[in-house]
Nanobody, 129 residues
Framework: QVQLVESGGGSVQAGGSLRVSCAAS????????IAWFRQGPGKEREGVAA????????YYTDSVKDRFTISRDNAKNTVYLQMNSLKPEDTAMYYC??????????????????????WGQGTQVTVSS
């Protein structure tokens, strides 16, 4: 069964921190590329970060490097996105996404929406100036 459930969004002032979580079913989590995407008002959905759950390799878009950290907890089948030094332009709905587990061999093209078949419902992050 495929399941992705995000939590942890909220409102924060610029410069603050938030951590969002993506709890996955065991089937979805194991040896998969799990990514965080975001979609701001009037913007296209964009890749933020990804992690390969088998081995822990991580990937980031340039605008969040050195501010965001993606991590995993294998015991909880959960992927986290720690967001520090938040900026108003980080305001968006944040979604986690996973690939079909049976065909995953890594996080190639991790930023491409087309590589993911499963999506969570999203969690809102709002950063005020």
């Amino acid at each position: 069964q495929v399941q992705l459930v995000e939590s942890g969004g909220g409102s924060v002032q610029a410069g603050g921190s938030l951590r969002v979580s993506c709890a996955a079913s065991a089937y979805t989590y194991s040896s998969n590329c799990i990514a965080w995407f975001r979609q701001g008002p009037g913007k296209e959905r964009e890749g933020v970060a990804a992690i390969y759950t088998s081995g822990g390799s991580t990937y980031y878009t340039d605008s969040v490097k050195d501010r965001f950290t993606i991590s995993r907890d294998n015991a909880k089948n959960t992927v986290y996105l720690q967001m520090n030094s938040l900026k108003p332009e980080d305001t968006a709905m944040y979604y986690c996404a996973a690939r079909p587990p049976s065909i995953v061999t890594g996080c190639d093209l991790w930023y491409s929406l087309n590589m993911y078949s499963y999506w969570g419902q999203g969690t809102q992050v709002t950063v005020s100036s």
